[in-house]
């Protein structure tokens, strides 16, 4: 099913934010969402997510309309959101942090739905019976992206995700944005680390002053991207 976004426009009051955002995506297509701080790209995702109303402007998946919904709607329509300070439940173990990811399931989970998490993340299921905020911040990125996938979502919106975390662990990190390609989730992938994240992205928009000023391929076109951006 495809993602269309059209004309998406989002107001803080009198501030005009978001202005006039267009993007299509397919399954199994990772769009990187690049820009300076203050740009839009946070808002942007939270528009889509249902945390913002859009003041106007049109978000259809499978031909359906979703602009306006709220962030249940959302979730049940297949959308996740992984947050940039990736709200990992204070209090709750990682086993029920991931357990509160399957609250938005769409269809009856199967048997032990945890044991596939387990299996891609062993160190979850190492710790599994920890508070979730005691991990270290590459594990609780894990656990954020996990517990959005147990929703089995058709899109993914990812702030941030290597924000604060060490190399090896970003590489990590990537590589789970990856398998999600590979299951045909769309993924928005908001990132500062330009070069890591054109790498598993297919398509790129820059945004500047709430608007798209620049897209293209990630392959072909990248140092339209990297000119613009002064990389
Ligand atoms: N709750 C809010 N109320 C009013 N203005 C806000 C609010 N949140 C963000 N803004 C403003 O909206 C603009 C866009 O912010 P946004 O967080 O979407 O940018 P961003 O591109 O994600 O930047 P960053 O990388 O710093 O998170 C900024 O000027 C910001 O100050």
Request: glycine share 12%; with cysteine; net charge negative.
């Given at each position: 099913?495809?993602?269309?976004?059209?004309?998406?426009?989002?107001?803080?009051?009198?501030?005009?934010?978001?202005?006039?955002?267009?993007?299509?995506?397919?399954?199994?297509?990772?769009?990187?969402?690049?820009?300076?701080?203050?740009?839009?790209?946070?808002?942007?995702?939270k528009t889509i997510a249902g945390w913002l109303k859009p003041s106007s402007g049109s978000i259809r998946f499978?031909?359906?309309?979703?602009?306006?919904?709220?962030?249940?709607?959302?979730?049940?329509?297949?959308?996740?959101?992984?947050?940039?300070?990736?709200?990992?439940?204070?209090?709750?173990?990682?086993?029920?942090?991931?357990?509160?990811?399957?609250?938005?399931?769409?269809?009856?989970?199967?048997?032990?739905?945890?044991?596939?998490?387990?299996?891609?993340?062993?160190?979850?299921?190492?710790?599994?019976?920890?508070?979730?905020?005691?991990?270290?911040?590459?594990?609780?990125?894990?656990?954020?992206?996990?517990?959005?996938?147990?929703?089995?979502?058709?899109?993914?919106?990812?702030?941030?995700?290597?924000?604060?975390?060490?190399?090896?662990?970003?590489?990590?990190?990537?590589?789970?944005?990856?398998?999600?390609?590979?299951?045909?989730?769309?993924?928005?992938?908001?990132?500062?680390?330009?070069?890591?994240?054109?790498?598993?992205?297919?398509?790129?928009?820059?945004?500047?002053?709430?608007?798209?000023?620049?897209?293209?391929?990630?392959?072909?076109?990248?140092?339209?991207?990297?000119?613009?951006?002064?990389?």
């Amino acid at each position: 099913m495809t993602l269309e976004i059209t004309g998406l426009n989002t107001h803080y009051g009198l501030s005009h934010v978001l202005q006039g955002i267009d993007l299509r995506a397919e399954p199994g297509e990772v769009v990187g969402i690049f820009g300076r701080n203050g740009v839009g790209k946070t808002t942007l995702l939270k528009t889509i997510a249902g945390w913002l109303k859009p003041s106007s402007g049109s978000i259809r998946f499978g031909g359906r309309e979703l602009a306006g919904s709220t962030p249940d709607e959302m979730c049940r329509a297949g959308f996740g959101f992984v947050p940039e300070d990736r709200r990992i439940f204070p209090g709750l173990t990682v086993r029920e942090n991931l357990e509160m990811g399957l609250l938005g399931l769409r269809e009856r989970p199967g048997r032990d739905p945890l044991a596939a998490v387990f299996d891609r993340f062993p160190r979850l299921a190492e710790r599994a019976g920890q508070a979730g905020t005691t991990l270290s911040g590459g594990e609780q990125q894990m656990l954020a992206m996990a517990r959005v996938m147990l929703a089995k979502p058709d899109v993914v919106l990812i702030d941030e995700p290597s924000e604060g975390l060490a190399p090896m662990i970003v590489a990590e990190v990537f590589g789970i944005i990856r398998d999600m390609c590979e299951m045909g989730v769309i993924v928005l992938l908001v990132e500062q680390n330009v070069h890591e994240a054109l790498a598993v992205s297919d398509n790129y928009l820059l945004i500047e002053r709430g608007a798209v000023v620049l897209r293209g391929a990630a392959d072909t076109d990248e140092t339209a991207l990297m000119q613009r951006l002064h990389i």
